[in-house]
């Protein structure tokens, strides 16, 4: 399937932005690409921007628009898998209906709470003792 060159011109903006990313990962990682691949990238894609704007039917575009997503290199792939997400993800909605139900327990003899009582104080001895 043969790509239009609006397609090729989105798919080299947003490896762009990778090849950027991969770059700035390197710094922690070490070298993952060469530093001018984003540059690269950016000056290629304006010039044949300028030239689609003037006149899309131009001979010479496809050739150049080719060439410009054989420079994507690995990230062109990456680049069409975010274009071909539908959107982001989704929150669910919460119910505020309904409010937790308190939690019940029983104090009897067994327990470290004394009968009668509504919680348990618990004091441990102060290392400075």
Request: net charge negative.
């Amino acid at each position: 399937m043969a790509l239009g060159i609006s397609d090729i011109l989105e798919i080299a903006r947003i490896s762009q932005y990778i090849a950027q990313n991969d770059i700035d990962k390197g710094d922690l990682f070490g070298a993952r690409v060469s530093p001018l691949t984003p540059k690269v990238l950016y000056v290629t894609r304006k010039s044949i921007e300028y030239i689609y704007d003037l006149d899309p039917s131009n001979d010479d575009l496809r050739l150049t628009a080719n060439y410009l997503y054989s420079l994507c290199r690995g990230y062109n792939l990456k680049a069409r898998g975010i274009l071909s997400e539908s959107g982001g993800g989704s929150v669910s909605p919460i119910n505020h209906e309904t409010a937790p139900s308190p939690i019940q327990f029983n104090v009897s003899g067994s327990t470290l709470v004394t009968t009668g009582s509504t919680c348990l104080l618990y004091t441990s001895p102060s290392p400075r003792d």
